[in-house]
């Protein structure tokens, strides 16, 4: 019995492999078991290898594995790119079709299944992911009605004959595989998950989700990967709400669409990932400037400019930290889990509205993507706050207007909604008075420019590191940030197992920095490394630049479009405690 | 119910002594005065440019953006809260150059903001550069020999892009920009009011007597009727574009808040917006 295991489906875009990976990881958690989903796909729709991974455990895993043990192809390319991934003893189940061969030097099983025979038997080669799925999940011994529940679910509004159908698919797949594996594999039989439905998403539904409970109601935006499954996840929910999402013409309408709705009081946010963010940073400044809550998703994705638009990196800190001309308040949070894609995104509406300050909420395209087990989210955890909202003002006297920007200890001025007898005020994205008026006075611009950039000093998120330090004066402290905390951690068992000691840190709020309480950790460290998917380490640089620490601080960085697998923490790790020096992967 | 004094506030606009936007200005005031509304009923959202500081000279809420932004901007507030009368105003740099693209999708989106362009041909506050609605030949600093730039025609283009309302008018007719403003405000869609608004500094050509010898009222044909889109086209052609009143109306299609599904008549931003445990159960469960 094992506890976990790591299954493939690789084919051309638009063949299926999607649709095999959503039936086959929707039955896997109706069994209970904790999954984590990574898809590799590319910038095209039909054609082109995919492949979809899925990680089985029957304990809460957070990371992609660095081997396989079960490859379906429906092509050869899918073997030939993917074998060497499998571990010794690994499955292929392929479409006998091609006549699948194991590349030279890979020692695996191949069962060799008349896939899409048999699905055009049944009437349509579109059915050959129902029998491909139906062979590897016989080949796991798992009870094939959990599956053909899934299937039901999947194909059900389509007619009881087309789930008929479907089924039998599976079932032929199934009897195929075992017949010829004489039953299911001893060696894949998972240990029994706890039956427990988790819920499973991604994390760029967690958003969704997390911006409806967080009182989000419209949403302005434009389609790119990898953040469109927020618009698409929120035009199906929000008009059962009273909202809707509107489609601009481009990122530059849809950032400053929702500064227009925000000022008018609705909680609203736009969500892009770099390139679409590289047009936004003008209005980011106004909405620095003129004190208006926003909230901005950055799905990040390989850069520069069209960079790898469907790949992992993490590579947008610089433009998110510094972005928009001059100098704004500005709060960047990056959520490492799907939990925490759903309670930030409730926190960037709230921290947007308290401090009146744009905020970006960073993913990569991992964590955006990635299918995921989650834990319970918690109804009494959703809280609103408006901040300085004022209703009801006292009525202006002949051609006063409301000070909307008053000068106040906390910088943070009362602000009131257009519609507000008493509340008649001035916004311009030029310097301005306390009412709002353009004034160009040398003391009104330094206390504006006090006032504004004064209101985050001390802000900290909720867990603005998160800490993970068993260790008083580790060998090793460990820094990260967005989706590679589950790889650390399984870095850092192995590391344990060579008693290498580590601590982890994860850092959420990337600016403003959350200095004061990161230096303790780096002080007591004897090495620090900080992993992050980019090229020239800006995670490493904010750290450097504002706690220190440049003489003990290496970097492991990875720009290759893909994530890190423990074995590159591992490998790292191990080097840079023993001799100091790191290879980059 | 307030009278066009009580939208007037105590700044003394930057514009120079002269400039046409001063009639705008005034033509707003009066017709927001007209249509019934109080000062905390309407926004003023402007872009950049002399004509973009406008929010700032009328008594009610103002939002001064950024280049060529204030669509987007204005379409925002109107999303957000219906309920409010939503004016966008500024100069043709603005909206027909750095926001032409704004321009064209809020045309064929059709939110109920009332559009007007103070289009003086120039670019003003940056001291005489060309426009998109320059003539050709048309010399300037940053055109020295002349634009050898076609003109755009911003009401061809409108009614190309599906525009529910197109006007033009000139800022020396107070009385009837006054009366197109109050139409635009009134109709349920968007409405675009282009208004020669002539530039006394850097524009020499394009002058009030200029405009008073080119310009043709549509009072002077009493059988065009503004609801044939075909007639308009012609119009605007055969009078190059110099021709002032309501242009085009389609009365018949919906506004984008119409059509919004569960969109309701009350402003949004005055809605609950907690969710109930029920709620909140129910999108949970569709992930399990």
């Known amino acids: 019995m094992i506890s976990q295991l790591s299954w493939k489906i690789g084919g051309q875009q638009g063949e299926g492999v999607e649709s095999t990976d959503r039936i086959f990881s929707t039955a896997l958690n109706r069994l209970g078991y904790y999954l984590y989903g990574y898809r590799h796909f590319s910038s095209r729709i039909k054609g082109g290898h995919t492949n979809n991974k899925i990680r089985i455990s029957t304990k809460p895993i957070r990371a ?20 060497k991934e499998l571990r010794l003893g690994g499955v292929i189940v392929a479409d006998a079709k091609f006549n699948p061969t194991i590349p030279e030097g890979i020692e695996a099983r191949l069962f060799a299944v008349p896939i899409t025979a048999m699905a055009e038997e049944l009437g349509t080669s579109l059915m050959k992911n129902m029998v491909a799925s139906g062979a590897s999940w016989a080949l796991l011994g798992l009870p094939l009605e959990v599956f053909n529940k899934a299937v039901e679910e999947e194909f059900g509004r389509k007619g009881a004959a087309i789930v008929e159908k479907n089924i039998e698919a599976v079932k032929r797949g199934a009897e195929f595989v075992l017949e010829q594996a004489g039953g299911p594999l001893d060696e894949f039989k998972l240990d029994e998950a706890d039956g427990q439905q988790k819920l499973f998403m991604i994390g760029n539904e967690a958003i969704g989700l997390g911006s409806i409970a967080a009182g989000c109601r419209l949403m302005a935006a434009y389609p790119i990967t990898p953040a469109s499954e927020i618009m698409e996840y929120l035009i199906k929910k929000l008009p059962k709400f009273g909202g809707t999402v509107v489609q601009t013409e481009d990122e ?247 008693q290498i000691s580590s601590n982890h840190i994860t850092i959420r709020q990337i600016h403003p920095f959350p200095t004061k309480p990161l230096l303790p950790y780096l002080q007591n460290a004897k090495k620090v490394i900080v992993i992050e998917n980019n090229a020239t380490g800006q995670l490493a640089a904010q750290i450097k630049m504002n706690a220190g620490f440049a003489d003990k601080i290496e970097s492991l960085l990875k720009y290759d479009g893909n994530p890190f697998l423990p074995s590159d923490v591992h490998k790292a790790c191990k080097e840079l405690s023993l001799d100091g020096n790191i290879q980059r992967v | 119910m307030a009278t066009f004094k009580e939208f007037r506030n105590n700044v003394k606009p930057n514009w120079c002594p002269g400039c046409g936007d001063f009639s705008i200005q005034a033509a707003i005031q009066r017709a927001a005065a007209n249509v019934g509304l109080e000062p905390e009923q309407l926004a003023v959202i402007s872009g950049i440019g002399c004509s973009g500081r406008i929010s700032g000279y009328i008594n009610a809420y103002g939002f001064h953006g950024i280049h060529g932004r204030v669509l987007p901007i204005a379409q925002g507030v109107k999303l957000a809260n219906r309920e409010l009368t939503v004016i966008a105003s500024g100069g043709d740099g603005d909206g027909f150059a750095i926001g032409m693209g704004h321009t064209v999708h809020a045309i064929r989106r059709n939110l109920n903001v009332t559009y007007i362009v103070m289009d003086n041909q120039i670019y003003g506050l940056t001291k005489g550069q060309t426009s998109p609605r320059s003539a050709e030949g048309f010399k300037t600093k940053s055109t020295p020999e002349g634009s050898i730039e076609s003109t755009l025609s911003p009401l061809e283009i409108a009614l190309s892009a599906g525009a529910t309302f197109i006007a033009q008018s000139f800022s020396s007719d107070l009385k009837q920009l006054t009366r197109l403003i109050e139409e635009g405000i009134n109709h349920e869609g968007f409405s675009l009011i282009n208004v020669f608004s002539p530039c006394v500094t850097f524009n020499k050509i394009n002058t009030y007597d200029w405009f008073k010898e080119n310009i043709v009222n549509l009072e002077q044909f009493p059988d065009y009727d503004p609801s044939n889109r075909v007639q308009a086209m012609n119009k605007i052609m055969e009078t190059n574009g110099m021709l002032t009143g309501l242009i085009y109306q389609n009365k018949t299609r919906k506004s984008y808040e119409d059509l919004v599904t569960g969109f309701k008549p009350e402003g949004l931003s005055k809605q609950n917006i907690k969710i109930t445990p029920e709620e909140f159960e129910k999108l949970v469960a569709e992930f399990k």
């Open chain 1, 252 to 498: 530059i309408a849809a950032v400053t669409m929702a500064i227009g709705a925000n000022y008018a009081g609705v909680r609203t946010m736009t969500a892009s990932a770099g390139p679409g963010l590289s047009l936004m940073m003008e209005a980011i400044g106004l909405a620095g400037m003129t004190e208006t809550p926003l909230v901005i998703v950055n799905t990040q994705r390989g850069g520069p400019s069209t960079g790898l638009p469907t790949k992992q990196e993490q590579s947008d800190l610089n433009a998110m930290v510094y972005g928009t001309h001059g100098e704004i308040p500005k709060i960047v949070i990056a959520p490492a889990s799907i939990e925490d894609c759903f309670y930030d995104t409730i926190e960037s509406f709230n921290l947007a509205e308290q401090y009146q300050v744009p905020v970006i909420l960073m993913t990569d395209l991992q964590l955006s993507l990635g299918k995921q087990s989650c834990e319970e989210l918690d109804y009494n955890k959703i809280e609103i706050k408006r901040g300085k909202l004022v209703e009801n003002v006292p009525a202006l006297e002949g051609h006063d207007l409301f000070k909307r920007y008053e000068l106040t200890e906390d910088g943070i001025s009362p602000r009131v909604l257009p519609g507000e007898k008493g509340g008649l005020h001035h916004v311009t994205g030029v310097e301005h008075d306390e009412t709002g008026r353009p004034s160009e006075n040398a003391l009104n611009r330094q206390n504006m420019m006090d006032k504004r950039l004064g209101k985050l000093n001390d802000m900290y998120i909720r867990d603005a590191i998160r800490v993970d330090a068993p260790f008083d004066t580790p060998e090793l402290l460990i820094i990260g940030m967005g989706s590679t905390g589950g790889t650390i951690d399984e870095a850092r068992s192995l590391l344990a197992q060579e």
């Open chain 1, 64 to 83: 992609i594995s660095d081997d396989l043990d079960i490859l379906v192809a429906f092509d050869q390319e899918s073997i030939d790119l993917n074998a």
